[in-house]
């Protein structure tokens, strides 16, 4: 069975993303784009929130097409069009998208669907209402943090109205020079 595997930059105090959505404050550098995409590389199958997916779609598909792509930008466009897309609204019209499946009903239903597929691990990138959406019903399989050096004080957690324990396993760590620290959790 497939995991969905939740990846997220959060703050130390458990925050990804300010009080107005603000990620001005994430850390990233070509030590971490080099790391993170050998992991993603191996990944055929992205999630999306609708917002998340949107500024993707919004900047993905022709990033390598650009004068001053980076080394980065080329390598993560070739598998963003490549990657089937898992998007999760309630707006979005899956008319005309390629290589992307919507779900907007019967979450849990679908999700088990996909994960019975044949596919390697379903990476969610960012969006937390979508990881919230797939938390209660017990659909993340685990956590793919990547914890920047600052204490945010407010804005919008990454873990919120939990309502049993969820017992992690640590699978890895890995400090960054930025300062930023990954950790890599399942569900235990």
Known sequence: MRKIISFMHISLDGFVAGPNGEMNWIKVDEEIFDHVGKRIGETDTAMYGRKTYEMMEGYWPTAADKPNASKHDIEH??????????VLSNTIKSKGLTNTTIISDNLVEKINEIKQQAGSEILLFGSPTAT??????????GYWLFVNPIILGRGIPLFTNIKDQVKLKLLSTRQFTSGVTELNYIVA
């Open 77 to 86: 466009s070739q598998w963003y069009k490549h990657a089937h897309k898992v």
């Open 132 to 141: 919230h959406s797939l938390m209660q019903p017990g659909l993340i399989d």
